[in-house]
Nanobody, 116 residues
Framework: QVQIVESGGGLVQPGGSLRLSCAVS????????VWWYRQAPGQEREMIATISSNGAVTSFGDSVKGRFTISEDNARNTVYLQMNDLKLEDTALYYC?????????RGQGTQVTVSL
C-alpha cells in the first residue's frame, strides 16, 4: 500500500523560508518522478516543482523559479521542497503527487500560510 505524508508546513512571515517533506512508503522514489502541487481556496491547482526518477532533472513553475528548490533522499525515500523568500501569494495547501502506470497517488498535503 502506497502512503504519502507531507509535513513541514506552517505559518511564516513574508521573506521567510520553509522546507516541506514528502515521505513515501510502498514504492521506491528512485523509480518514479514526483510532483509538488499547491492549491489555494477558490483557485486552480498549480504545479510547483517536479523531480525526475533519478533526481537528475528538476523543473519549476514560473511563480516559484529562483525561490524554490526540490531534492530527493532515496535512503529516506523522501522528497524535499525548500521554499525561500516566501510571499503572501504562496499561501496554499501543498501536496505531493506521484503518477504510476497502475494508479496515481497523492498525500493529504501540508498547509503553508504566509502572513504578516
Amino acid at each position: 500500500q502506497v502512503q504519502i505524508v507531507e509535513s513541514g508546513g506552517g505559518l511564516v512571515q513574508p521573506g521567510g523560508s520553509l522546507r516541506l517533506s514528502c515521505a513515501v512508503s510502498g514504492l521506491y522514489l528512485r523509480d518514479y518522478a514526483v510532483w509538488w502541487y499547491r492549491q489555494a481556496p477558490g483557485q486552480e491547482r498549480e504545479m510547483i516543482a517536479t523531480i525526475s526518477s533519478n533526481g537528475a532533472v528538476t523543473s519549476f513553475g514560473d511563480s516559484v523559479k529562483g525561490r524554490f528548490t526540490i531534492s530527493e533522499d532515496n535512503a529516506r525515500n523522501t522528497v524535499y521542497l525548500q521554499m525561500n523568500d516566501l510571499k503572501l501569494e504562496d499561501t496554499a495547501l501543498y501536496y505531493c503527487y506521484i503518477p504510476t502506470r497502475r494508479e496515481n497517488y497523492r498525500g493529504q498535503g501540508t498547509q503553508v500560510t504566509v502572513s504578516l
